[in-house]
Structures are given as structure tokens and as C-alpha cells.
């Protein structure tokens, strides 16, 4: 129970941090930090890779990503406890860098590329590992966040549908090499 505690309590702290972030862009008159997301092939835009999840542009994004966020890295860190810092740490550079190399040109920022990385990790290493736990949760996941499904073709264009594209690249990819390669060899 504690430990459920404390990782809620370190979910928490990172929502805020984005929280955080995105307060103090609102309030700084004189620097637009989102102009600090992925700009794909722009040697500029490569901070973004790092910065673009804490990055974003209105209330109703930051509201948009928070709980999907929330809710995937306490998955995440619940289920794959051992290996999930590498994971989120994979997940962002990866996606990010796809992001820069495939997405048009444009600023891209917000979680969400890495909501969808981290969705389809769960999901394919649930179903990879073949614990009757984590096919469980992949189902669950998959059952709740099944619509995200629909984020990975173009809307509009202001959503950047290709960091949920390629997110979702980044965390099947990732499970992928981390539970079938890992058994191969």
C-alpha cells in the first residue's frame, strides 16, 4: 500500500510539473515556451523532443492530456515497475524523434504523443508478456483508450496526428523489442 502511495504521490508530481509549466508560460509576457516544441528536420527543434510532453498550447489541451496521462504512467510504473523509467525515457526520445524526422513542419507540442506511446506499449507488452495479469490490463487499456484509435488520422490542423501516429510506433515497437526480441535471443 505504500508503495501505491508513493507512486501516486510521483505521478502526481509530474502531472504538475506540466501543470507547472504551462501556469508559468501563461503568465510570462516576454517568451512563448511552446516555440521550444519539435520542429521536425530544424536543428532548433530538437530541444522539443525533450520539452514538447510539457508543452501546451491551451487549457483544454493540458486538460485533455492530464488524466490519460495520469492514469498510463501509474499503469506503467504499477505493472512494469522495474522497467518503466527506461520505458517513459525511450518513449518520449523515440516518439520525439520520429516526430522530428516524419511529421510536417510545424510546431508540435503536448503529452499526447506520449500517451499514445504509452497506451500501445502497455497494450503490446500486456499481450507479449503472456501473463494472464497483463493480457488482463492490455484488454482494459484497450477497452478504455480504444478511441485513441480514431487521434492517428489527420483532423484538424492544429492536433498534431502524427505524434499520436508515431507514439503509437514508439510503444509497440519498444514492447516489441523489450518482450519478443528479448526472447529470441
Known sequence: M???????????????????????????????????GIIPRNPNGLIGIILSPFLHANIAHIVSNTVPLFVLTFVLYQFYRSKAQKVMIVL?????????????????????????????????????????????????ILIVYGGLAFGVFPRSFHISWESHLLGVVAGISLAYLMFKMKKKI
Do not use: E
Not at 501516486?8 to 504551462?22: E, H, P, Y
Not at 506511446?117 to 503472456?130: C, E, K, V
Not at 501473463?131 to 490490463?137: F, M
Open 2 to 36: 505504500k508503495k501505491t502511495f508513493r507512486l501516486l504521490k510521483n505521478v502526481a508530481i509530474f502531472i504538475a510539473v506540466i501543470w507547472a509549466v504551462f501556469v508559468v508560460n501563461l503568465v510570462t509576457p516576454f517568451y512563448d515556451f511552446n516555440q521550444l
Open 92 to 140: 518520449t526520445l523515440m516518439t520525439g524523434l520520429l516526430v522530428w524526422l516524419f511529421a510536417r513542419s510545424a510546431c508540435h507540442i503536448g503529452a499526447s504523443g506520449l500517451i499514445y506511446a504509452l497506451a500501445s506499449f502497455i497494450i503490446t507488452a500486456g499481450l507479449f508478456s503472456r501473463k494472464l495479469t497483463t493480457i488482463l490490463l492490455s484488454v482494459l
